[in-house]
């Protein structure tokens, strides 16, 4: 059976460049038996832990829980805010891993590519993310790590990634992915 990779863009920004990072990603066709399907973060709620107990809970929650269940491993595109990760993907996060015991994060292979329009490309969310999937137990790829700096200056006003050393790079971290996914996968 073949393996989809979600992609979650931490942002709803909408002229985000982590979503168009996110379709530049999704445009690059993986090997035979893989899939790349961009998972929505909008319309989720803020994470309250009722929600671990209620018989009703907002449907977008359900629904992003689900969509999550469908993905064999995760690809996080994450901009950096206040040295961090924004609060729409650190939520995303808690719902998912949540009620205890049901994460729809554990075991999951993972990789965190990080932008930022500055020239620090969101290092400090790269690693404030990686310091959650330890804990979510998500195996995340160590190399290469992917930060892209300047990402205000690499897409076309359509929204396209403009050819060039970063698209190039970007392609080549997808592959580095799909290929230690295959090792990682078949471990677990
Ligand atoms: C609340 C806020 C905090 C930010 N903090 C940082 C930061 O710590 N480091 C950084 O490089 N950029 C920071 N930025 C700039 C973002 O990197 C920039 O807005 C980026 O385009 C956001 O990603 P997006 O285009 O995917 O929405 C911040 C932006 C906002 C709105």
Do not use: C
């Amino acid at each position: 059976m073949g393996k989809v990779i979600g992609i979650l863009a931490g942002s709803l920004h909408r002229d985000s460049f982590s979503k168009k990072i996110a379709k530049t990603i999704k445009s690059f066709v993986p090997q035979e038996g893989y899939e790349f399907k961009i998972i929505d973060l909008e319309g989720l709620p803020v994470y309250n832990q009722d929600f671990d107990t209620d018989k009703n809970i907002p449907w977008a929650i359900e629904r992003f829980r689900a969509d999550m269940q469908s993905v064999d491993g995760v690809i996080f595109v994450t901009p950096e805010y206040n040295r961090s990760v924004p609060s729409v993907l650190k939520n995303a996060i808690d719902i998912g891993s949540a009620p205890f015991g049901k994460s729809i994060w554990n075991e999951k292979p993972a990789a965190i590519f990080s932008h930022s329009p500055g020239n620090i490309s969101g290092f400090g969310a790269n690693h404030h993310l990686r310091q959650s999937l330890v804990f979510l137990n998500m195996p995340t790829m160590q190399q290469p790590e992917v930060y892209i700096t300047n990402s205000d200056a690499l897409f076309s006003v359509n929204g396209v990634m403009i050819e060039g050393s970063t698209k190039d790079f970007v392609r080549s971290a997808v592959n580095s992915y799909i290929k230690w996914f295959e090792k990682s996968y078949s471990t677990i």
